[in-house]
């Protein structure tokens, strides 16, 4: 398994204002994804945070709203930007570890940073 | 497209009770991966199962076991003997070859009371 590390755990944050979450992992893993959780809600995957290049956003999902920082196997950032009531959600970052390049292994998740935007 | 539906949306049972969470996933893949997550009110996400398509076996862990049906496109997660700190939701996710991406069904949540 993998401890994987959040900040802020939890944020009240002003409209139009941006807040970077950190995610740090025990170990050096090759997938990591940030998810959203949105209240009451299931998770959506956000992007996969690529090493040493841009991340691959999903559909609905842009880098402008979302910058994504990926510097080491072990570290990443995402920042939500111009923040709107709308954004108020769970952003989990989760790593993948077991994977044998032929089928998934098993996605370990952070404890979520919960924010809240007025 | 995959799609993953979790019909029911809550569960409320007396612990010792048995409960069981319903998970129909749709693909076009003949190689996929299903899982169940289990989210408490801490809100950390922990890994239940992973379960290829070719392995149809039931599992059973502890209390916990799970009914693979290929035939009905079904991924049923049974609790044995519930028990307080059962009460979460619970997430069944599924994987395509193609990507290994995970997407979500909505979630069941399961409260058992004592």
């Known amino acids: 398994s993998a401890v994987i590390s959040q900040k802020p755990s939890r944020d009240i944050c002003q409209r139009g204002t941006s807040l970077t979450i950190q995610c740090q992992v025990d170990?050096?893993?090759?997938?990591m994804f940030w998810y959203r959780q949105q209240p009451g809600q299931s998770l959506t995957l956000i992007a996969t945070?690529?090493?040493?290049?841009?991340?691959?956003?999903e559909s609905g999902f842009v880098i402008d709203k979302f910058p994504i920082s990926r510097p080491n196997l072990t570290f990443s950032t995402l920042t939500v930007s111009n923040m709107s009531p709308e954004d108020s959600s769970i952003y989990l970052c989760?790593?993948?570890?077991?994977?044998?390049?032929?089928?998934?292994?098993?996605?370990?998740f952070g404890e979520g940073s919960r924010l809240t935007v007025l | 497209a995959q799609k993953v539906t979790q019909a029911q949306t809550e569960i409320s049972v007396v612990e010792k009770e048995d409960v069981t969470l319903d998970c129909v996933y749709e693909?076009?893949?003949?190689?996929?991966?299903l899982f169940w997550y289990k989210q408490p009110p801490s809100g950390e996400l922990v890994f239940l199962i992973r379960?290829?398509?070719?392995?149809?076996q039931n599992e059973i862990s502890g209390r916990y076991s799970w009914n693979f049906q290929k035939s009905t496109s079904s991924f049923n997660f049974t609790i044995t003997a519930s028990q307080v700190v059962d009460s979460a939701v619970y997430f069944c996710?599924?994987?395509?070859?193609?990507?290994?991406?995970?997407?979500f069904g909505a979630g069941t949540t399961v409260t058992v009371r004592a």
């Open positions: 989760s790593v993948e570890l077991g994977s044998d390049r032929v089928s998934p292994g098993e996605l370990f």
């Open positions: 170990s050096q893993v090759t997938m």
């Open positions: 945070a690529n090493q040493g290049s841009e991340a691959t956003y």
């Open positions: 693909t076009r893949d003949t190689t996929y991966y």
């Open positions: 379960r290829n398509s070719f392995d149809e």
């Open positions: 996710a599924l994987s395509e070859l193609i990507d290994y991406k995970l997407s």
